[in-house]
């Protein structure tokens, strides 16, 4: 006779616990609006498709379309004053878009917009992933050295030299001074008629 199971007779068993995980980290919140907008994050905020954007960009509608490498970028001033425009059309204004300023003029005005923004953030520190949410570009730019050394991509190596993190005032200043025109210099940047105007809102 086994006393020692006849013992457990009529007794709870206990329950085993489920192996417990370590709780992982939680990824820091990031409340940075970049002042550089990404082509999916134009579609986004417009809700508008791919298609309709290419149609206006070949039509000469919408903000001038910049580049860095093969990727489309929009500066958030030229985007606002479209959008202003695009509510409300006014005989006169008293701004004119970036896309109608001489070379000069138009990047020294950017890199006034661009100072001004960077005065007013903390100094933080962002991983490869971070700063590629931030800023829409691709996150194999900061992640991989060959690409960091091939683009000149400003960054902080940091304890054992494994360590790398970016600030992004710098990463601002860096894509600025490599902006591209997407478009022919001398495109006219219109603001879309009635029909196309009411098409973004309702897109």
Known sequence: MNHEAD???????RRRRPATREAQPNSRIIDIQYPILSESSLLHRWNLSRTTLQRWSAKGIGPPAW???????????EVDWFERHAQIRR?????????????????????????????????????????????GLPSYWFKHRSEREALDVPH?????????????????????????????????WQVPMRKEASAMRSN
């Open 91 to 135: 005989l006169s204004d008293e701004a004119a878009p970036l896309s109608r300023l001489p070379p000069k003029a138009r990047e020294e005005v950017i890199k006034q917009a661009a100072s001004r923004w960077a005065r007013s953030m903390e100094k933080r520190l962002f991983t490869e992933h971070e700063i590629s949410q931030v800023t």
């Open 156 to 188: 902080y190596v940091l304890g054992d030299g494994k360590l790398i993190r970016f600030d992004v005032t710098e990463i601002l200043r860096w894509e600025i001074a490599r902006l591209t025109p997407r478009q022919q210099a001398n495109q006219v």
């Open 7 to 13: 013992a457990w007779v009529g007794q709870p068993r």
């Open 67 to 77: 580049r860095i490498g093969k990727h489309p970028r929009y500066l958030a001033c």
